[in-house]
């Protein structure tokens, strides 16, 4: 498991799903710059989070094609 930290704006909070869209920066060895869905996992992240907002984000997780 790998750990990247990055920045991204909030386009949709999806609760149901567990879910937040972001249209984030570069994650060195991970992905290019896109806009996608990421789970959460500690609903209490979505407190206070709005559209439009200007984040900081952690992602673990292991690279593609390792």
């Given at each position: 498991?790998?750990?990247?930290?990055?920045?991204?704006?909030?386009?949709?909070?999806?609760?149901?799903?567990?879910?937040?869209?972001?249209?984030?920066?570069?994650?060195?060895?991970?992905?290019?710059?896109?806009?996608?869905?990421?789970?959460?996992?500690?609903?209490?992240l979505?407190?206070?989070?709005?559209?439009?907002?200007?984040?900081?984000?952690?992602?673990?997780?292991?690279?593609?094609?390792?």
């Open positions: 498991m790998q750990t990247w930290h990055s920045r991204g704006v909030v386009r949709a909070v999806l609760p149901e799903l567990n879910v937040v869209v972001l249209t984030h920066d570069d994650l060195p060895g991970y992905m290019a710059p896109m806009t996608m869905g990421f789970r959460v996992h500690d609903p209490r979505y407190d206070g989070l709005d559209i439009g907002d200007v984040i900081r984000f952690t992602l673990t997780g292991a690279p593609p094609n390792v």
